[in-house]
């Protein structure tokens, strides 16, 4: 897969994905404004999750691996992108698979490369954060690897954007029209504080990561 079945490892490979998620936000009219720094090194990322749109718009400023719901691969374009980026796909609807899921993580992380996950499980509008499922937090223990949260907000004249948002039973082709319909779309990315995971369990991670993405959510 251009230029090998790792290739997304190498630095060639990270700027090309990191270039392609960039064109493909300007395509879709997404005006991004980045707040803080995100981590360089292995990191394991913790955002909340609002829209199909938040893996090109966290992989236009930092180029890293999702772990994502296996229909994702599916969808038109952002499957495509996201395969392209090395992501791991789960079935997160079979706790039994839950163990193979952090394993997959593990290695993943240990490879060097920034790796990032919803841990809500879900969509929602972006005003709230949903409760965190905590067993994916496991393998930045297992790995030592630090913990860095974002918090995503999409934004229309200065209020929650329910077009962007991908909840419930939108149909994503009609979503995905109606984002691109728009003359452009507003979306703060904040990175937060790294969290280390040295005396940490992973419930205390999980709420840390979640308490610091509802205080930018709260801020507005």
């Not at 980045?34 to 981590?39: A, K, L, S, T, Y």
């Not at 393998?139 to 929650?160: E, N």
Request: one cysteine or more.
């Amino acid at each position: 897969m251009l230029g090998g079945p790792r290739w997304y490892l190498s630095p060639q490979g990270r700027l090309a994905i990191q270039r392609w998620m960039q064109y493909s936000c300007a395509l879709l009219g997404l005006r991004i404004q980045q707040f803080n720094r995100p981590r360089v090194e292995s990191t394991l990322f913790i955002a909340n999750h609002i829209s199909f749109l938040d893996i090109p718009v966290v992989s236009s400023i930092v180029p890293v691996r999702f772990l994502a719901k296996h229909t994702v691969r599916y969808w038109p374009v952002i499957g495509m992108l996201t395969q392209l980026t090395g992501s791991v796909f789960i079935q997160r609807a079979k706790r039994s698979l839950i163990h193979r899921s952090v394993d997959a993580l593990d290695v993943a992380l240990r490879e060097t490369r920034p790796v990032a996950i919803f841990p809500e499980g879900t969509t929602g509008l972006g005003d709230q954060v949903k409760k965190f499922h905590t067993g994916l937090f496991q393998a930045a223990i297992d790995s030592a690897t630090p913990v860095q949260a974002i918090a995503l907000r999409y934004l229309r004249q200065g209020r929650t954007d329910r077009i962007a948002a991908y909840i419930d039973k939108d149909n994503f082709v009609a979503k995905l029209l109606a984002v691109m319909a728009q003359p452009y779309t507003d979306v703060q990315v904040h990175f937060c504080a790294p969290l280390f995971p040295e005396q940490r369990g992973r419930q205390r991670l999980a709420r840390q990561a979640r308490e610091q993405i509802e205080l930018v959510l709260m801020r507005g």
